[in-house]
């Protein structure tokens, strides 16, 4: 699992998912605050916009199957009816307002528009191939215009301006869904989505963990930076192997007694007090709890079961203040290999 930061595990907002999410690094993105609202102390700033390029100064080459247009200023989709064999298509880092045009691509199997100014989900109904799409840091308010992407597996609308999940109903082979940093409230209408494996709901104003016991096939599920006080409504989720709960509101560990398939525990920056109901946890690898107020080392024979053990995270508890506090992880713990941000020497 890769980390994205070494002083601070918790602050992952989104968990590795090979670049696909990662910031563009635009002015408007750094005067965002983490729960996607504009941050009142930073001053506002003049953006000089851009001046899109005509799609006529583009060459395309109609033997491609795999077109990348990165970055090259298109204000515009058009002239891409030449583009017949096009498995893929990235459109990322562009200046593009609306969704149209694609008719003529129904080979298209991937489509990647992240990082533009499209406020809406429209005119993608004949790339029904289509496996994946992301349309990440854009504008959109609403999840619409999806209904015939049966084939969808992947979807990606990270960092957007979404208040709640919907419409997702008739993609029922979806494994895949990122909505990271948006505005959600509740965890809802996923009951059709059997197929899913990886959820991400981070950075958004979820309350409660609720209406998840049809995703019998989950094994990911991400709900950090969110407002979540309880651990709860994880009972169906039996396949679940990595779960991620930094940065919320939690204050005891419970309701994990289904899952047992976990590998991955990440309950850091909450406001926990003990470490208990994990000992079935035997399959443990990565147990992330920073940021708490552990305080008692009899706490860590709650992990002693859990043998493949290789990775603790207990920095910034009170236990860290211990002189000792290193020396006692390794003895307690014998499997794991790396405290915190720093490997074991041997």
């Known amino acids: 699992m890769v980390r ?27 005067r965002r605050s983490i729960n996607g609202d504009m941050d009142p102390n930073q001053p506002a700033t003049t953006i000089k916009e851009e001046s899109p390029v005509d799609m006529d100064t583009i060459t395309l080459d109609p033997e491609e199957e795999d077109v990348d247009l990165v970055h090259c200023r298109i204000g515009k989709i058009e002239g891409l009816e030449v583009l ?24 298209l199997r ?29 504008i959109l308010r609403k999840i619409e215009g999806l209904e015939q992407l049966t084939r969808l597996k992947k979807l990606f609308l990270l960092h957007n301006k979404i208040s709640s999940i919907a419409n997702l109903e008739l993609l029922i082979g979806l ?40 995703l019998h096939n989950l094994t990911v599920l991400s709900i950090q930076s969110n407002r979540i006080t309880k651990i ?42 003990k470490i208990e109901n994990i000992n079935h946890l035997t399959e443990l690898q990565e147990f992330w709890m920073n940021d708490n107020q552990i305080d008692n080392w009899s706490d860590l024979d709650e992990l002693k079961n859990a043998k493949s053990l290789e990775t603790v995270y207990l920095e910034r508890n009170p236990l860290q203040k211990d002189p000792q506090y290193r020396r006692k992880i390794m003895l307690a713990l014998p499997s794991v290999r790396q405290i915190d941000a720093t490997f074991i020497r041997f």
């Open 110 to 138: 991937e489509l990647d528009l992240y990082d533009n100014q499209i406020r809406k989900l429209e005119n993608l109904q004949n790339l029904t191939e289509l496996e994946q799409l992301d349309v990440s840091f854009n």
């Open 4 to 30: 994205l930061s070494f002083s601070s595990p918790a602050l992952l907002a989104v968990v590795d998912r090979r670049g696909e999410s990662e910031e563009s690094g635009d002015d408007e993105t750094r």
């Open 175 to 214: 494994e895949m869904l990122e909505l990271g940093s948006n505005r959600i409230r509740v965890i809802e209408n996923l009951d059709t989505l059997a197929s899913l494996q990886s959820l991400f709901l981070g950075t958004n104003k979820i309350t409660q963990l609720q209406n998840l016991e049809g």
């Open 232 to 273: 709860e409504g994880l009972q169906n989720l039996v396949s679940l192997r990595e779960l991620y709960l930094s940065h919320n509101g939690i204050e005891v560990i419970e309701g994990l007694e289904n899952n047992k398939k976990l590998t991955t525990l990440d309950i850091a920056a909450n406001r926990i007090k």
């Open 84 to 107: 017949k064999k096009a498995k893929t298509l990235s459109l990322r880092q562009n200046l593009i307002k609306k969704i149209e045009n694609l008719d003529s691509l129904s080979s």
